[in-house]
């Protein structure tokens, strides 16, 4: 009897528990939405999708997704679509496109093969997400799946007002934007994804409200428009990370100039960024620029990437904020580094070198020039080896320029050139040219400006300072 008695108290309590509004003592009972069903082990082949490459597996797919069965699996073979597969996630609940790798989708139509809408209107903060986004739509993804385009105007996916949208193990090939993201998302990851010879944007950020997105280990090469874009919107938390970016015009390219948020605390840490070489083309380009022109946006880190073969390895524009340490610099054919108008630049230690199996001697230059900078740090650089430039390193119309313990070797012309630089220190430089086919040149010009300080460095020859542009001491010759 006391044995019923036990097991008809604790079926009770387990009820109470597994009770849809059961909660913690205290709290309100959570909403409940109810979530799509599900059906085990369906595929589109099920929906009615042939999968031959031939036939229209348009509507096939749509109505798979529009089932609600949540899971979409498409077994191997080449399935032909001519419009977009929208997924409506509050509508569809729940949704993740899969295969296993061997699945190949060919959008023979205008516009993304799959498009994602969802209703996430508010930030990353947990408070503005409403109940239905999680219920309903969150973490919509792609995954194992190769996306080709047959028509000048296919995409590969897109993606409006998601949160915690997950792409990965995909191809994207021949398309004009790889992953197009628009408007509002939250929350994004990329990874492990090959997007690839396209004739727009690897990953695009368009005009996009976009907070957290990490790119990890991804393949994004020849896309004529660039391999990771963003323009205008505000984007913040942007990481890039273990990822091969080459062969794109520009690699990676944020551009937040003319948009009043504009983008910023972004990371590009441990990748190899080379390659294109065309006009204007930029490993990294970073343009900080607010609404009104200042220069305002920053937050950015470039640490520990190999970067080579383009016009500007990194370039860094109208920026507030930014360190770059720990880099491999190699092949810019005009800079290797160009900062322009910017402040608060942090410069550690990086290896700028000219590697001869790489480049022609005639093609690349491999410069270093801050222009219209305030407030910076350069410390620990090691500059080899600078070609056509009127130094190595050029320093020019800047104020409050900090230069430590950097080495300059072997540069034609010069050195180090300060032209009307205030308020600024060199000290602790080893700057020597010991090619011997080297043409005249001088290890260190100091020419305009004033207030600034020239103490305690090596040179292999007489500095040329004019007298009020700077106190000179301490300094060694070796010839």
């Known amino acids: 009897m006391k044995s019923t008695v036990r097991c008809a108290i604790a079926l009770s309590v387990a009820a109470i528990l597994m009770s849809p509004g059961a909660g913690c003592a205290g709290e309100p009972a959570a909403p409940v939405v109810s979530a799509p069903s599900a059906t085990p082990g369906a595929t589109v082949r099920d929906f009615g999708a042939i999968g031959d490459g031939k036939a229209d597996d348009t509507a096939a797919i749509q109505k798979a997704v529009d089932a609600g069965t949540g899971d979409i699996r498409l077994p191997r073979g080449v399935y032909r679509i001519t419009k977009p597969v929208v997924i409506d996630l509050d509508k569809v609940g729940w949704t993740a496109l899969a295969g296993s790798g061997t699945p190949r989708v060919v959008m023979a139509g205008p516009g993304p093969a799959f498009k994602f809408v969802g209703t996430h209107h508010g930030t990353a903060g947990p408070s503005s997400v409403k109940p239905n986004v999680y219920q309903r739509q ?19 996916i897109e993606a409006v007002y998601t949160m915690k949208l ?31 010879k396209n004739r727009g944007v690897g990953l695009y950020l368009d005009d996009i409200n976009l907070h957290q997105i990490n790119v990890v280990g991804s393949h994004i090469s020849y896309n004529a428009a660039g391999g990771i874009v963003v323009r205008g919107g505000c984007v913040r938390n942007l990481q890039v990370t ?33 390659h294109s070489g065309g ?61 322009v108008d910017s402040s608060n630049v942090v410069v550690g230690p990086n290896v700028f070198d000219r590697n001869p199996k790489y480049r022609d001697e005639k093609t690349a230059d491999n410069a270093i020039l801050f222009r219209d900078c305030d407030d910076c740090t350069l410390t620990g650089l090691h500059v080899k080896d600078g070609r056509r430039s009127a130094a190595g390193l050029v320093i020019e119309n800047c104020r409050r320029v900090n230069m430590t313990n950097c080495t300059i070797l072997d540069c034609d012309n010069a050195g180090l050139l300060l032209k009307n630089v205030a308020q600024s220190r060199v000290s602790g430089c080893l700057i020597r040219n010991d090619r011997p086919e080297a043409a ?3 290890p260190l010009i100091v020419t305009g400006g004033s207030g600034n300080m020239i103490v305690n460095n090596l040179l292999d020859g007489p500095a040329r300072i004019e007298e009020k542009s700077a106190h000179a001491a301490g300094n060694v010759i070796v010839e």
């Not at 799946?145 to 028509?151: L, M, S």
């Not at 983008?263 to 590009?268: D, L, Y």
């Not at 770059?324 to 800079?335: A, D, E, L, Q």
């Open 242 to 274: 273990g990822c091969d970016i080459e062969g794109n015009r520009f690699n990676v390219l944020i551009d937040g100039a003319g948009s009043p948020p504009a983008t910023g605390e972004v990371a590009i840490v441990g990748n190899t960024i080379q």
């Open 279 to 339: 006009p204007d083309s930029a490993n990294i380009r970073f343009i900080g620029a607010d609404h009104e022109g200042n220069r305002t946006w920053g937050y950015i880190t470039i640490a520990d990437n190999v970067l080579n073969d383009v016009e500007t390895d990194v370039d860094i524009l109208k920026a507030r904020g930014v360190a770059i340490v720990g880099n491999v610099f190699g092949t810019g054919y005009k800079y290797d580094l160009r900062v």
């Open 440 to 442: 005249p040149w001088v």
């Open 138 to 156: 969150r973490m919509p993804t792609v995954d194992g799946i190769e996306i080709v385009g047959a028509h000048e105007e296919a995409c590969g």
């Open 166 to 196: 997950i792409i990965t193990r995909v191809t994207i090939r021949e398309v004009l934007h790889a992953i197009h993201l628009r408007i509002r998302n939250r929350n994004v990851i990329v990874a492990n994804c090959h997007l690839y």
